[in-house]
């Protein structure tokens, strides 16, 4: 998605995440890259990004490891 779609798509999700979680205190977290999360976190407290930093095929074999 190109940033003004990814901004839109980030205003629905929280939108749904308002209607069900509280952003404030509620524990989220991102498996998502940079630019999906980007605009998501500014309004959520609590977050983990367990995968932040890896190259992409060390975030492959991660979530491989967490499925098995």
């Not at 779609?5 to 205003?11: I, K, N, V, Y």
């Not at 929280?14 to 940079?34: P, S, W, Y």
């Not at 983990?48 to 095929?57: A, H, K, Y």
């Amino acid at each position: 998605m190109k940033t003004a779609e990814r901004r839109a798509w980030a205003q629905k999700v929280l939108a749904t995440l308002r209607q069900n979680c509280d952003l404030d205190t509620d524990q989220f977290v991102f498996l998502a890259g940079v630019p999906y999360r980007e605009n998501l976190v500014p309004h959520i407290r609590h977050y983990t990004v367990p995968m932040e930093g890896m190259d992409f095929g060390i975030q492959l074999q991660w979530l491989g490891q967490q499925v098995s």
